[in-house]
């Protein structure tokens, strides 16, 4: 019985470590994607002397 026990531990343990490595996997792929974009907008005002065309979100805002 205490094998039984130890087994499906062993297995669960096992799922929710690859769950995680996932998860890391996702995660780091959308951090890498961010900075893609911030790199290709940074080149883009560089090369073209210009804002890439999206408004400041909070330039209206009373606290800026």
């Given at each position: 019985m205490l094998e039984l026990l130890t087994g499906g531990a062993r297995a669960f343990s096992k799922m929710i470590s690859w769950v995680a490595i996932g998860a890391n996997a996702?995660?780091?792929l959308i951090v890498l994607g961010l900075v893609l974009i911030v790199n290709y907008d940074v080149v883009a005002r560089g090369l073209f002397?210009?804002?890439?065309g999206a408004p400041m979100k909070w330039s209206s805002s009373p606290w800026c």
């Open positions: 996702v995660g780091t002397n210009a804002p890439s």
